[in-house]
DNA sequence: AGTTTTCTGGAACGAACAGTCAAATAAAGA
DNA sequence: TCTTTATTTGACTGTTCGTTCCAGAAAACT
Protein backbone atom coordinates (compact mmCIF):
# COMPACT_ATOMS: atom_id res chain seq x y z
CA UNK A 1 0.00 0.00 0.00
CA UNK A 2 2.54 2.23 0.86
CA UNK A 3 4.16 1.84 -2.49
CA UNK A 4 1.17 2.11 -4.46
CA UNK A 5 0.69 5.52 -2.43
CA UNK A 6 4.07 6.53 -3.39
CA UNK A 7 3.93 5.93 -7.18
CA UNK A 8 0.37 7.61 -7.14
CA UNK A 9 2.04 10.84 -5.50
CA UNK A 10 4.89 10.55 -7.95
CA UNK A 11 2.51 10.21 -11.38
CA UNK A 12 -0.68 11.07 -10.22
CA UNK A 13 -3.58 8.67 -11.04
CA UNK A 14 -3.55 9.14 -15.23
CA UNK A 15 0.20 8.79 -15.57
CA UNK A 16 0.42 5.54 -12.97
CA UNK A 17 -0.42 2.55 -15.26
CA UNK A 18 -1.19 -0.64 -13.48
CA UNK A 19 2.58 -2.34 -14.67
CA UNK A 20 3.65 0.62 -12.56
CA UNK A 21 1.96 -0.47 -9.59
CA UNK A 22 2.85 -4.20 -10.13
CA UNK A 23 5.82 -3.65 -10.08
CA UNK A 24 6.07 -1.31 -7.47
CA UNK A 25 3.90 -3.09 -5.08
CA UNK A 26 5.67 -6.19 -5.76
CA UNK A 27 3.06 -8.28 -6.09
CA UNK A 28 1.55 -10.42 -8.94
CA UNK A 29 -1.39 -8.23 -10.79
CA UNK A 30 -3.73 -10.80 -10.32
CA UNK A 31 -3.41 -10.37 -6.50
CA UNK A 32 -3.51 -6.84 -7.16
CA UNK A 33 -7.23 -6.82 -8.88
CA UNK A 34 -8.36 -9.88 -6.19
CA UNK A 35 -7.26 -7.22 -2.84
CA UNK A 36 -8.08 -4.03 -4.47
CA UNK A 37 -10.62 -4.93 -7.08
CA UNK A 38 -9.57 -2.34 -9.54
CA UNK A 39 -7.11 0.71 -10.01
CA UNK A 40 -9.80 3.37 -8.92
CA UNK A 41 -10.38 1.63 -5.80
CA UNK A 42 -6.47 1.21 -4.91
CA UNK A 43 -6.43 4.76 -5.20
CA UNK A 44 -9.13 6.05 -3.26
CA UNK A 45 -8.05 2.92 -0.36
CA UNK A 46 -4.27 4.56 -0.56
CA UNK A 47 -5.72 8.32 -0.63
CA UNK A 48 -7.55 7.38 2.77
CA UNK A 49 -4.86 5.97 4.19
CA UNK A 50 -2.75 8.46 3.53
CA UNK A 51 -5.00 11.18 4.86
CA UNK A 52 -5.91 9.56 7.87
CA UNK A 53 -1.79 8.39 8.37
CA UNK A 54 -1.14 12.75 8.07
CA UNK A 55 -3.93 13.66 10.35
CA UNK A 56 -2.67 11.23 13.23
CA UNK A 57 0.55 12.64 12.48
CA UNK A 58 -0.46 16.08 12.75
CA UNK A 59 -2.48 15.15 15.88
CA UNK A 60 0.70 13.47 17.55
CA UNK A 61 2.97 16.59 16.89
CA UNK A 62 0.58 19.81 18.06
CA UNK A 63 -0.98 17.91 20.89
CA UNK A 64 2.22 16.30 22.31
CA UNK A 65 3.84 19.35 23.15
CA UNK A 66 3.13 21.82 26.30
CA UNK A 67 3.40 25.35 23.89
CA UNK A 68 0.73 25.39 21.44
CA UNK A 69 3.00 27.65 19.59
CA UNK A 70 6.09 26.15 19.94
CA UNK A 71 4.21 22.78 18.39
CA UNK A 72 3.19 24.97 15.38
CA UNK A 73 6.08 25.85 14.86
CA UNK A 74 7.84 22.28 15.10
CA UNK A 75 5.08 21.43 12.82
CA UNK A 76 5.96 23.75 10.36
CA UNK A 77 10.13 23.94 10.33
CA UNK A 78 9.78 20.12 11.27
CA UNK A 79 8.13 19.65 7.77
CA UNK A 80 10.47 22.25 5.89
CA UNK A 81 13.42 20.20 7.31
CA UNK A 82 12.21 16.90 6.81
CA UNK A 83 10.20 16.97 3.52
CA UNK A 84 11.90 15.38 0.35
CA UNK A 85 13.33 16.84 -2.91
CA UNK A 86 10.89 15.86 -5.28
CA UNK A 87 8.10 14.03 -3.18
CA UNK A 88 4.82 14.70 -3.44
CA UNK A 89 1.43 14.84 -1.25
CA UNK A 90 -0.89 12.26 -2.45
CA UNK A 91 -3.67 14.66 -0.88
CA UNK A 92 -2.55 17.95 -2.83
CA UNK A 93 -1.93 15.70 -5.92
CA UNK A 94 -5.57 14.29 -5.37
CA UNK A 95 -6.86 17.87 -5.70
CA UNK A 96 -4.46 19.29 -8.05
CA UNK A 97 -5.33 16.60 -10.46
CA UNK A 98 -8.92 16.04 -9.75
CA UNK A 99 -10.66 19.62 -8.25
CA UNK A 100 -13.90 18.47 -7.13
CA UNK A 101 -14.47 16.01 -10.50
CA UNK A 102 -14.65 12.83 -8.43
CA UNK A 103 -16.67 12.83 -5.88
CA UNK A 104 -15.11 10.25 -3.39
CA UNK A 105 -12.02 11.93 -4.31
CA UNK A 106 -13.42 15.41 -2.58
CA UNK A 107 -15.35 14.00 -0.12
CA UNK A 108 -11.79 12.42 0.91
CA UNK A 109 -9.91 15.74 0.65
CA UNK A 110 -12.41 17.60 2.13
CA UNK A 111 -12.94 15.23 5.12
CA UNK A 112 -9.13 14.99 5.57
CA UNK A 113 -8.53 19.14 5.02
CA UNK A 114 -11.54 19.64 7.90
CA UNK A 115 -10.11 17.29 10.76
CA UNK A 116 -6.78 18.77 10.10
CA UNK A 117 -7.97 22.26 10.20
CA UNK A 118 -9.83 21.08 13.79
CA UNK A 119 -6.29 20.36 15.09
CA UNK A 120 -4.81 23.65 13.78
CA UNK A 121 -8.23 25.70 15.05
CA UNK A 122 -7.55 23.75 18.56
CA UNK A 123 -4.07 24.55 18.86
CA UNK A 124 -4.46 27.96 18.07
CA UNK A 125 -7.56 27.91 20.96
CA UNK A 126 -5.31 26.53 23.68
CA UNK A 127 -2.54 29.26 22.35
CA UNK A 128 -4.80 32.15 22.78
CA UNK A 129 -5.91 31.09 25.83
CA UNK A 130 -2.04 30.88 27.18
CA UNK A 131 -1.74 34.21 26.18
CA UNK A 132 1.25 32.87 23.28
CA UNK A 133 -1.03 33.93 20.53
CA UNK A 134 -2.80 37.31 19.75
CA UNK A 135 -6.36 37.82 20.85
CA UNK A 136 -7.45 38.84 17.80
CA UNK A 137 -6.44 35.76 15.68
CA UNK A 138 -9.35 34.01 14.75
CA UNK A 139 -8.72 30.18 15.24
CA UNK A 140 -10.83 28.66 11.91
CA UNK A 141 -8.40 31.49 9.38
CA UNK A 142 -5.62 30.93 11.39
CA UNK A 143 -5.88 27.39 10.52
CA UNK A 144 -7.16 27.65 6.92
CA UNK A 145 -4.12 30.04 6.65
CA UNK A 146 -1.43 27.07 8.23
CA UNK A 147 -2.83 24.63 5.74
CA UNK A 148 -2.73 26.99 3.17
CA UNK A 149 1.10 27.74 3.89
CA UNK A 150 1.80 23.67 4.02
CA UNK A 151 0.48 23.28 0.93
CA UNK A 152 2.23 25.70 -0.52
CA UNK A 153 5.58 24.47 0.84
CA UNK A 154 4.64 20.71 -0.38
CA UNK A 155 4.17 22.44 -4.33
CA UNK A 156 7.40 24.32 -3.63
CA UNK A 157 9.45 21.48 -2.55
CA UNK A 158 7.72 19.06 -5.54
CA UNK A 159 9.03 22.26 -7.64
CA UNK A 160 12.80 21.87 -6.36
CA UNK A 161 13.35 24.30 -3.54
CA UNK A 162 15.80 24.17 -0.72
CA UNK A 163 15.32 23.26 2.50
CA UNK A 164 16.71 26.90 3.11
CA UNK A 165 13.83 28.04 1.04
CA UNK A 166 11.32 26.19 2.70
CA UNK A 167 12.78 26.69 6.23
CA UNK A 168 12.43 30.47 5.48
CA UNK A 169 8.91 30.36 4.24
CA UNK A 170 7.48 28.56 7.21
CA UNK A 171 9.53 31.45 9.46
CA UNK A 172 7.69 33.77 7.15
CA UNK A 173 4.17 32.13 7.92
CA UNK A 174 5.03 31.76 11.54
CA UNK A 175 4.86 35.70 11.99
CA UNK A 176 1.47 36.15 11.84
CA UNK A 177 1.04 34.00 14.78
CA UNK A 178 2.88 36.57 16.72
CA UNK B 1 -4.28 28.54 -27.14
CA UNK B 2 -6.51 29.59 -24.00
CA UNK B 3 -8.95 26.76 -24.86
CA UNK B 4 -5.78 24.14 -24.39
CA UNK B 5 -4.51 26.19 -21.80
CA UNK B 6 -7.95 25.59 -19.88
CA UNK B 7 -7.92 22.10 -20.49
CA UNK B 8 -4.86 21.00 -19.65
CA UNK B 9 -4.88 22.65 -16.24
CA UNK B 10 -8.63 21.11 -15.78
CA UNK B 11 -7.58 17.11 -16.55
CA UNK B 12 -3.31 18.07 -16.19
CA UNK B 13 -1.13 16.34 -19.31
CA UNK B 14 -1.70 12.66 -18.61
CA UNK B 15 -5.59 13.10 -18.59
CA UNK B 16 -6.36 15.38 -21.35
CA UNK B 17 -6.51 13.57 -24.55
CA UNK B 18 -6.18 14.85 -27.81
CA UNK B 19 -9.62 14.24 -29.03
CA UNK B 20 -10.46 16.48 -25.90
CA UNK B 21 -8.10 19.18 -26.73
CA UNK B 22 -9.48 18.93 -30.53
CA UNK B 23 -13.46 19.59 -29.19
CA UNK B 24 -12.17 22.45 -26.87
CA UNK B 25 -9.73 24.22 -29.15
CA UNK B 26 -12.58 23.98 -32.10
CA UNK B 27 -10.10 22.80 -35.16
CA UNK B 28 -9.61 20.45 -37.00
CA UNK B 29 -6.87 17.68 -35.76
CA UNK B 30 -5.06 17.81 -38.49
CA UNK B 31 -4.73 21.18 -38.04
CA UNK B 32 -4.14 20.88 -34.75
CA UNK B 33 -0.35 18.53 -35.31
CA UNK B 34 0.19 21.08 -38.20
CA UNK B 35 0.15 23.30 -36.06
CA UNK B 36 2.11 22.43 -32.47
CA UNK B 37 3.82 19.39 -33.85
CA UNK B 38 2.22 17.08 -31.27
CA UNK B 39 0.33 16.93 -28.00
CA UNK B 40 3.50 17.51 -25.48
CA UNK B 41 4.59 20.45 -27.77
CA UNK B 42 1.23 22.21 -27.71
CA UNK B 43 1.72 21.80 -23.64
CA UNK B 44 4.85 23.31 -23.66
CA UNK B 45 3.80 26.22 -25.55
CA UNK B 46 0.73 26.65 -23.85
CA UNK B 47 2.25 26.41 -20.06
CA UNK B 48 5.16 28.68 -21.51
CA UNK B 49 2.25 31.00 -22.64
CA UNK B 50 0.08 30.88 -19.32
CA UNK B 51 3.10 31.66 -17.43
CA UNK B 52 4.66 34.87 -19.15
CA UNK B 53 0.79 35.85 -19.27
CA UNK B 54 0.85 35.34 -15.29
CA UNK B 55 3.91 37.02 -14.77
CA UNK B 56 3.24 40.07 -16.77
CA UNK B 57 -0.32 39.99 -14.97
CA UNK B 58 1.24 40.41 -11.42
CA UNK B 59 3.76 42.78 -12.73
CA UNK B 60 1.28 45.32 -13.84
CA UNK B 61 -0.55 45.02 -10.65
CA UNK B 62 2.25 45.39 -8.64
CA UNK B 63 4.07 48.45 -10.11
CA UNK B 64 1.09 50.30 -11.05
CA UNK B 65 -0.10 51.24 -8.01
CA UNK B 66 1.86 54.12 -5.34
CA UNK B 67 2.35 51.99 -2.38
CA UNK B 68 3.56 48.61 -2.52
CA UNK B 69 2.16 46.96 0.32
CA UNK B 70 -1.82 47.99 -0.70
CA UNK B 71 -0.47 46.57 -4.21
CA UNK B 72 0.53 43.35 -2.83
CA UNK B 73 -2.81 43.24 -0.61
CA UNK B 74 -4.86 44.13 -3.57
CA UNK B 75 -3.03 41.40 -5.65
CA UNK B 76 -3.67 38.93 -2.92
CA UNK B 77 -7.26 39.35 -2.00
CA UNK B 78 -7.90 40.26 -5.62
CA UNK B 79 -6.87 36.91 -6.26
CA UNK B 80 -8.84 34.97 -3.76
CA UNK B 81 -11.83 37.58 -4.67
CA UNK B 82 -11.44 36.60 -8.44
CA UNK B 83 -10.50 32.70 -8.72
CA UNK B 84 -12.77 30.76 -10.35
CA UNK B 85 -14.47 27.59 -7.85
CA UNK B 86 -12.68 24.50 -9.44
CA UNK B 87 -10.22 26.28 -11.59
CA UNK B 88 -6.55 25.17 -11.55
CA UNK B 89 -3.55 27.03 -12.51
CA UNK B 90 -1.67 25.15 -14.94
CA UNK B 91 1.92 26.52 -13.39
CA UNK B 92 0.88 24.68 -10.16
CA UNK B 93 -0.84 22.05 -12.17
CA UNK B 94 2.26 21.56 -13.96
CA UNK B 95 4.51 21.17 -10.89
CA UNK B 96 1.77 18.36 -9.10
CA UNK B 97 2.00 16.13 -12.25
CA UNK B 98 5.77 16.42 -13.33
CA UNK B 99 7.64 17.35 -10.10
CA UNK B 100 11.08 17.53 -11.84
CA UNK B 101 10.70 14.85 -13.98
CA UNK B 102 10.69 16.49 -17.10
CA UNK B 103 13.54 19.47 -17.84
CA UNK B 104 11.59 21.38 -20.05
CA UNK B 105 8.77 21.54 -17.70
CA UNK B 106 10.62 22.41 -14.61
CA UNK B 107 12.62 24.82 -16.48
CA UNK B 108 9.83 26.99 -17.14
CA UNK B 109 8.23 26.71 -14.19
CA UNK B 110 11.52 28.07 -12.20
CA UNK B 111 12.23 30.92 -14.87
CA UNK B 112 8.15 31.64 -14.14
CA UNK B 113 8.88 31.49 -10.57
CA UNK B 114 12.12 33.41 -10.23
CA UNK B 115 10.46 36.28 -12.55
CA UNK B 116 7.62 36.17 -10.50
CA UNK B 117 9.78 36.47 -6.72
CA UNK B 118 11.70 38.76 -8.39
CA UNK B 119 8.91 41.07 -8.94
CA UNK B 120 7.16 40.68 -5.63
CA UNK B 121 10.83 40.81 -3.49
CA UNK B 122 11.78 44.28 -5.54
CA UNK B 123 7.79 45.38 -4.19
CA UNK B 124 8.74 44.58 -0.90
CA UNK B 125 12.13 46.18 -0.84
CA UNK B 126 10.19 49.56 -2.51
CA UNK B 127 7.92 48.47 0.81
CA UNK B 128 10.80 48.75 3.52
CA UNK B 129 12.24 52.20 1.82
CA UNK B 130 8.72 53.24 2.28
CA UNK B 131 8.62 52.05 5.91
CA UNK B 132 5.63 50.23 4.86
CA UNK B 133 7.26 46.88 5.49
CA UNK B 134 9.22 46.25 8.83
CA UNK B 135 13.31 46.45 8.05
CA UNK B 136 13.56 42.99 9.76
CA UNK B 137 11.72 41.39 6.70
CA UNK B 138 14.17 39.88 3.92
CA UNK B 139 13.08 40.54 0.70
CA UNK B 140 13.35 37.47 -1.06
CA UNK B 141 12.21 35.27 1.90
CA UNK B 142 8.86 37.38 1.69
CA UNK B 143 8.93 36.94 -1.86
CA UNK B 144 8.82 33.24 -1.92
CA UNK B 145 6.18 33.03 0.74
CA UNK B 146 3.81 35.30 -1.41
CA UNK B 147 4.55 32.98 -4.03
CA UNK B 148 3.73 29.93 -1.47
CA UNK B 149 0.65 31.78 -0.51
CA UNK B 150 -0.82 32.26 -4.05
CA UNK B 151 -0.05 28.15 -4.38
CA UNK B 152 -1.86 27.56 -0.94
CA UNK B 153 -4.93 29.77 -2.28
CA UNK B 154 -5.06 27.93 -6.23
CA UNK B 155 -5.12 24.93 -4.52
CA UNK B 156 -7.98 25.47 -2.34
CA UNK B 157 -9.99 27.18 -4.37
CA UNK B 158 -9.30 23.98 -6.80
CA UNK B 159 -10.38 22.15 -3.65
CA UNK B 160 -13.70 24.03 -3.51
CA UNK B 161 -12.93 26.66 -0.81
CA UNK B 162 -14.92 29.15 -0.60
CA UNK B 163 -14.33 33.01 -1.56
CA UNK B 164 -14.68 34.07 2.52
CA UNK B 165 -12.11 31.16 3.42
CA UNK B 166 -9.81 32.55 0.42
CA UNK B 167 -9.95 36.31 1.72
CA UNK B 168 -9.51 35.04 5.34
CA UNK B 169 -6.25 33.24 4.28
CA UNK B 170 -4.97 36.21 2.36
CA UNK B 171 -5.43 38.49 5.18
CA UNK B 172 -3.75 36.31 7.98
CA UNK B 173 -0.54 36.26 5.16
CA UNK B 174 -0.88 39.73 5.28
CA UNK B 175 -0.34 40.04 8.49
CA UNK B 176 3.26 38.79 8.02
CA UNK B 177 4.30 41.69 6.30
CA UNK B 178 3.33 43.77 9.10
C1' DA C 1 2.55 -36.44 2.55
C1' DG C 2 -1.46 -34.95 0.28
C1' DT C 3 -4.84 -31.38 -0.43
C1' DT C 4 -6.43 -26.80 -0.74
C1' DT C 5 -5.72 -22.02 -1.19
C1' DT C 6 -3.09 -18.19 -2.70
C1' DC C 7 0.13 -16.05 -5.63
C1' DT C 8 2.72 -15.40 -9.89
C1' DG C 9 3.77 -14.37 -14.60
C1' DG C 10 2.40 -14.35 -19.09
C1' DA C 11 -1.12 -14.10 -22.54
C1' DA C 12 -5.31 -12.35 -24.29
C1' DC C 13 -9.05 -9.04 -24.69
C1' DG C 14 -11.52 -4.78 -25.91
C1' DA C 15 -11.11 0.04 -25.37
C1' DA C 16 -8.57 4.19 -25.52
C1' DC C 17 -4.53 6.48 -26.83
C1' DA C 18 -1.45 9.71 -29.95
C1' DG C 19 -0.51 10.37 -34.36
C1' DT C 20 -1.04 9.68 -39.65
C1' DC C 21 -3.49 9.37 -44.05
C1' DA C 22 -6.70 10.68 -47.68
C1' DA C 23 -10.43 12.92 -49.81
C1' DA C 24 -13.48 16.71 -49.72
C1' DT C 25 -14.33 21.46 -48.58
C1' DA C 26 -13.22 26.16 -47.56
C1' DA C 27 -10.25 30.03 -47.77
C1' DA C 28 -6.67 32.74 -49.86
C1' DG C 29 -4.10 34.36 -53.79
C1' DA C 30 -3.40 35.58 -58.71
C1' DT D 1 -12.89 32.88 -62.24
C1' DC D 2 -9.39 29.59 -61.69
C1' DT D 3 -5.56 27.80 -59.06
C1' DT D 4 -3.20 26.98 -54.90
C1' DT D 5 -3.08 26.47 -50.07
C1' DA D 6 -5.11 25.50 -45.72
C1' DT D 7 -8.54 23.21 -43.07
C1' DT D 8 -11.88 19.74 -41.99
C1' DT D 9 -13.69 15.26 -41.37
C1' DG D 10 -13.54 10.59 -40.96
C1' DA D 11 -10.98 6.58 -41.07
C1' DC D 12 -6.96 4.17 -40.03
C1' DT D 13 -2.63 2.53 -37.60
C1' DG D 14 0.17 0.62 -34.07
C1' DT D 15 0.75 1.10 -29.20
C1' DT D 16 -0.72 1.35 -24.58
C1' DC D 17 -4.22 1.01 -21.33
C1' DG D 18 -7.00 -1.52 -17.54
C1' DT D 19 -8.77 -5.82 -16.79
C1' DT D 20 -9.53 -10.85 -17.09
C1' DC D 21 -8.04 -15.52 -17.95
C1' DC D 22 -5.12 -19.51 -17.21
C1' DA D 23 -1.72 -22.80 -15.89
C1' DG D 24 1.89 -23.62 -12.89
C1' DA D 25 4.34 -22.67 -8.62
C1' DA D 26 4.40 -21.56 -3.85
C1' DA D 27 2.37 -21.30 0.58
C1' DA D 28 -0.85 -22.77 3.98
C1' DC D 29 -3.70 -26.25 5.93
C1' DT D 30 -5.06 -31.01 7.33
Known sequence: ???????????????????????????G??????TFGDKRALYLEALQHYCFESVG?????LQATGSPLTAIEAALLGFAARIQDDSMCLGVGSICE????????????KSSAASMQNIFA???QRGKDLGEIP????????????????????????????HDDLRATAQMALRCLG
Open 98 to 109: FGRRDREVTAIG
Open 122 to 124: ATI
Open 29 to 34: RQSMYD
Open 57 to 61: QIAVT
Open 135 to 162: PEIDPKDAARFINATFIGLKVMARGGAT
Open 1 to 27: MAAATKTFATYGYEGTSTEALVKSMGI
